[in-house]
C-alpha cells in the first residue's frame, strides 16, 4: 500500500503526476492520516538533500558533499498541471495542520540565536591591535583594550562611547561597564539614564547627559568633567550616599577621597577627552586613502593581470550598467533591482540587494581549465536556503558553477557536471560556517577556487581558509562555462528547483572572475589590498 503510495509522492516531486494520479493522491491525503504524515516524510527528505530537486547529485565529503546521479524529466511535464499542483499543495499545506504531535514524526530544531551582547563596536581609527573587533560586530560581556587608537561603542541601551587609546574597559552588561585606564567620552540618552561606570574606589551613574572620565591606573587617579547634564558620584559600595555633579563642574579622585579643588583649567578642557566628531573626521580622512589606495590596486590588476575573465568595481555608469575593467561592452553587467549604496570606502561604490528581484545580470564567454572567485560582500543576513552570489542561468550545461552561501553560514559551491549525454550530475562542497547573525552589516572578502584537472576545491574567508575539498573525477567537468549568469540572485532556476528565490540581502562593491586557481598567497594578498584601514 505504502509502496503505491510513494510513487504517487515521488511523481509529484518529479512534476511527472497524471491528472488521474493527482485525483488520487488528493483524495488519499484528504482522508488518510498515514498519507498525510507519508508526504511529510518525503518533502523533508526532499528538502534535506538540497539539491536533488535539481537532478543534483550530492557527494558526501569531510565537508558534507554529496553524490547521486539522475536524469532530468522534461521541462514540460512539471509544469502540465499548475492549477492542480496550486490545489496539492494547498492540500499539503491543509495536512501539515491536520498532523497531530507524535514522536513518529522527527522535528528539525532550528538553533536560536541569544542575544548575549553588551555594545556595538561601532568605528574606530588606528587601533592597535588590528584584531581588536570588526565594525558592526556585538562585543559580549569581557575586557577590551587596546594600545592605540580611538574607538566608537554603542551600548545596547543607548549609551554611545569613545574611548582613547592606550584604554582597558569592561563590558559588565548594557548599562554597566568599569573603566580600568584610559580616557572615555559617554554620551547617554534619555532610554540609557542610569548608565553605570566602575572606577578605582567609585562609581559614576548617568543621569541622562553627556560627560568625560579618565582612569589613571599608575597614579591610581581617576577623573571627571560634566559636559552636559548631571552624573551622580558614589562610593563602590551599592548602598553608598551619592553626589550630584551638576553641568559644567569636574572631579577628580583616588581609593580614598575626592577632590574637587585641585583641577587645572586644563583639566577641564573637553579637548583632552575623544570625541565623536573628532573620530568621524579621522575615519572620513583614512577611508578617503584606502579608496586611493584601492583604486590604484584596482586599475593595476584590470591592466597587468592575463587571467582576469572579469573585474566588476560596482560603480554605476551612466547606461545603468557596471563596467566589466577588463572585457567589453557585451560582458558589463546589467543591473536589474538593485540600488547605489555606500561600499566599504565611501558614501558610493557598491549596489545594495534586498528584494526577490534585485540582481546584476552578466553574460561570460569561453571554456577553462579552473576558476577563480573573488568578491567584497556586507551580509546584512541570510532570508534564504541558499543565498546567491553568483549562479549561472538553467545551471545545465556540463561546467557551470555556482556559488552561494547556504542558511547555516557556509560557503557553498558546486558545478554540474555531463560526462554521459542526458545524465546530469553535480558536486556540492561546503565551507566551515563563517557568518552568524551578529555579525550582520559587516564586509567580507570571500573566495573560491576550482582546477578541473585535480578537482580540487578551496575557499576563503578574509584571506583565510575555510574549505577544502575535491571533486571526484567521474564528478568533474569537461571545462568550466559560465554564459549567462546573475550576481546576488538566480534568474532562470531549472523548472523543478523548489527554492528558486535566492536573492542576497546585503550589498557587494567587487567581483573578480579568473580563468585559473589562485594560490592562497594570492588570495590573501587581494584581501589585504581591499580591506578597509582602521
Request: hydrophobic share 35%; glycine share 8%.
Amino acid at each position: 500500500m505504502n509502496a503505491k503510495l510513494d510513487q504517487l509522492i515521488a511523481d509529484w516531486l518529479d512534476g511527472r503526476l497524471s491528472k488521474t494520479d493527482r485525483q488520487e493522491l488528493e483524495q488519499r491525503l484528504r482522508k488518510e492520516s498515514e498519507a498525510r504524515r507519508r508526504l511529510l516524510h518525503w518533502t523533508a527528505l526532499e528538502d534535506s538533500l538540497r539539491e536533488q530537486l535539481e537532478a543534483a547529485p550530492v557527494e558526501l565529503s569531510p565537508e558534507k558533499t554529496s553524490s547521486i546521479s539522475n536524469v532530468q524529466p522534461t521541462a514540460g511535464s512539471r509544469w502540465m498541471w499548475p492549477l492542480s499542483l496550486l490545489a496539492l499543495a494547498a492540500t499539503f499545506l491543509m495536512a501539515l495542520a491536520w498532523l497531530p504531535t507524535t514522536s513518529e514524526i522527527p522535528v528539525v530544531a532550528k538553533e536560536v540565536t541569544i542575544d548575549s551582547g553588551c555594545a556595538v563596536f561601532v568605528e574606530s581609527y588606528g587601533v592597535e591591535p588590528l584584531t581588536l573587533a570588526s565594525k558592526g560586530e556585538l562585543i559580549p560581556p569581557g575586557n577590551l583594550q587596546f594600545d592605540a587608537g580611538m574607538v566608537r561603542l554603542d551600548f545596547l541601551s543607548g549609551v554611545a562611547m569613545t574611548l582613547a587609546g592606550p584604554a582597558e574597559i569592561e563590558l559588565i552588561s548594557p548599562s554597566e561597564a568599569r573603566l580600568i585606564r584610559g580616557k572615555i567620552r559617554v554620551r547617554v540618552s534619555p532610554a540609557g539614564r542610569g548608565f553605570t561606570l566602575h572606577t578605582p574606589g567609585r562609581r559614576v551613574i548617568d543621569l541622562g547627559t553627556e560627560f568625560g572620565l579618565s582612569v589613571d591606573p599608575k597614579e591610581q587617579t581617576s577623573f571627571l568633567h560634566v559636559f552636559d547634564g548631571e552624573v551622580e558620584l558614589a562610593e563602590a559600595t551599592a548602598t553608598s550616599a551619592r553626589q550630584r555633579i551638576p553641568q559644567g563642574e569636574s572631579r577628580s579622585w583616588n581609593q580614598s577621597a575626592v577632590d574637587r579643588s585641585n583641577i587645572s583649567e586644563k583639566e577641564k578642557d573637553p579637548s583632552i577627552f575623544p570625541s565623536e566628531q573628532v573620530l568621524r573626521q579621522a575615519v572620513a580622512q583614512q577611508r578617503s586613502s584606502d579608496l586611493l589606495s584601492w583604486n590604484d590596486s584596482l586599475q593595476q590588476r584590470a591592466a597587468e593581470d592575463e587571467r582576469l575573465i572579469a573585474l566588476y568595481s560596482f560603480r554605476v555608469n551612466e547606461e545603468h550598467l557596471i563596467e566589466n575593467l577588463v572585457g567589453d561592452f557585451g560582458s558589463d553587467g546589467g543591473i536589474v533591482g538593485a540600488k547605489p549604496a555606500s561600499g566599504r570606502f565611501t558614501d558610493e561604490g557598491a549596489l545594495e540587494f534586498k528584494r526577490p528581484g534585485d540582481r546584476v545580470r552578466v553574460v561570460l564567454q569561453g571554456e577553462y581549465p579552473a576558476l577563480t572567485f573573488a568578491c567584497w560582500v556586507r551580509l546584512d543576513g541570510l532570508d534564504r536556503r541558499y543565498n546567491a552570489l553568483y549562479l549561472t542561468d538553467g545551471y545545465e550545461r556540463d561546467g557551470e558553477p555556482h556559488w552561494q552561501i547556504f542558511h547555516d553560514g557556509t560557503l557553498m559551491f558546486s558545478v554540474r557536471s555531463e560526462q554521459e549525454p542526458g545524465v546530469r550530475r553535480n558536486s556540492m562542497h561546503y565551507s566551515k560556517p563563517f557568518f552568524t547573525i551578529d555579525r550582520a552589516g559587516q564586509w567580507f572578502h570571500l573566495a573560491a577556487s576550482f582546477e578541473v584537472k585535480t578537482g580540487r576545491i578551496l575557499q576563503y574567508v578574509n584571506g583565510e581558509r575555510v574549505g577544502d575539498a575535491y571533486v571526484p573525477a567521474k564528478l568533474r567537468p569537461c571545462s568550466i562555462r559560465y554564459g549567462t549568469g546573475e550576481i546576488g540572485n538566480w534568474g532562470l532556476p531549472g523548472n523543478r528547483n523548489f527554492y528558486p528565490v535566492r536573492n542576497l540581502n546585503g550589498r557587494v562593491d567587487e567581483f573578480s572572475f579568473y580563468r585559473t586557481a589562485l594560490s592562497g598567497e594570492e588570495i590573501r594578498t587581494l584581501y589585504e589590498e581591499g580591506k578597509p584601514r582602521r
